[in-house]
């Protein structure tokens, strides 16, 4: 969480950072902040609030230069007010800071640098830094790249920093241990930010810089890297597949919205060269080389947060089915603390959305230390999870900038479930027959979701009725049991009407008791191996007065007649209903919070990628 930014060039930086950190705003947005170097002032502005707070702020203040650090909050030490906002300033007001991150000796660090006649002025960790930077280059007697060299050698935690110094406005200094930082190399000038969708627009050549890596970017020299026990390091510089149109809201009033929209070929996009079903084929060349070790594998352990731990549990069910493989799922934040048994067979995938979030990276890297294969499933290339892993799959959805997550879950359930076929295929476990009808089935799934999304209008009027829920139940069982936790989660996240999961058949040992006329209930009432036992479940609401909004499968008739509200969807085989019946929910979510007046891009409390504990 919280976005960093920086410029060094030709160019005037404040509208490079400006622009850059509103596309980093899904990052956090509880403050925001930026410093430029004008000739010899250095001049820093912050402002609680979102970015658009801070573009209004800066109108009346000089923002020229062409250096310059900006920072976009989620606030982990110190409430979200001005003060708190970065950068933050050392004590000679000479350099500042930006930092994504969490220093977790902050406090001692602290103590030890009052003692020593420091003052500051925020509640944060950040500010500590820069002030032990300046400490040791004052005490030292060293140049700034050898004290930061030397403080993040004393620092426990996660960082990505950037540090300014007006007494060399030709250079910026950059580091990273567990929070995403990527230099963008232009011609004559550098960019830095914790994605690569500030740079996109001015360069394609980045370089993803790893754990305790540090960056010194300086007008006319080339980039040079340094790791934090001084060993150079020869940049490893990549190809941006990013495209700009994939960072824009391409006429659609909200991200999510056009996210949502964009399933069918998303999905597509994710089987694109991997499904042949003609030819009876699955391949997913990222895990080739895992293949028997996956096939032999005991179990299966997948570690994921939110709605990556809900795409966990629909993999859960698909190995199970269609591999005959044990599949446990574990919160990532859960697992790590556990000391969970681990054996040397045991395979881990961990599935992201980002690649960052913070306990999912920390399970792997446990995982790893006992022994496990580690494998990942992220949507963002090059993100740090991607690049622990032994191996893994792409998701190759796209940018997913609305906070709450879309076309990253059914790209996530997509890649698992061809993922689930191949070793399915190796080990026999599936007959040909039905392993050729998921491949044509799944092949038809992009047309299946368009239809899905053409009832936009009825999802709408179903909103209307009710948006001004206290409370909602959702309800699935088997493999439709993750897509009620995760249309509770939509729900919850961006309307803050307060939702629950549940399986169907485990109402009556509590739930139960909530059901009144004011209740609505969603229950997922697709055709299949359940479906009889879901259509008592609804009886058992109906009784009670509750209110039923049923997903089901086009030509239902029982529970149509039942329910006060229906959402059909196609026909498809029971593995690959969690692609379809997640899009109403997500469509629902989406009109009750606009609505409801919500910010759908933007949840309160939320950041898209969680990079703190
Ligand atoms: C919900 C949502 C979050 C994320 C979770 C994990 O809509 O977006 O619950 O799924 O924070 O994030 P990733 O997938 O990036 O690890």
New binding site residues.
Partial sequence: MCGIVAYIGGQEAYPIILKGLKRLEYRGYDSAGIALIDETSLNLYKRAGKVSVLEDFVKTCNSRGSIGIGHTRWATHGEPNDVNAHPHFSGDQKMAIIHNGIIENYDTIKEELLSRGHTFHSDTDTEVLIHLIEDIQKSEKVDLVEAVRIALNSVHGAYAIVVISKDNPNRLIAARKSSPLVVGIGKDEFFLASDATPIVEYTKEVVYLDDEEIAIVERGEDLKIIDISKKEITPYVQELELHLEALEKGGYEHFMLKEIHEQPRSIYDCFRGRLNASEGMVNLGGITDYETKMKNANRIIMV?????WHACLVGEYLFEDLARIPVEVEYASEFRYRNPIINEGDIVIAI???GE?AD?LAALELAKKKGATILGICNVVGSSISRITDAGSYTHAGPEIG???TK?FTAQVTVLTLMALRIAKRKGTLPESKYRSLLNELESIPEKVKKVLDQNEKIQFISEVYKDAENALYLGRGITFPVALEGA??LK?ISYIHAEGYPAAEMKHGPIALIDENMPVFVIATKGTSYEKVVSNIQEVKARKGKIIAIVTEGDTQVKEMADHFIEIPDTNENLVPLLATIPLQLLSYHVAVMRGCNVDQPRNLAK??TVE
Avoid at 304 to 308: D, F, K, R, V
């Fill in positions: 994921a947060c939110g709605t990556s992201s959305q980002s979030t999912t906070v709450a997550s990253a989660l939509k996240e990628s969680v």
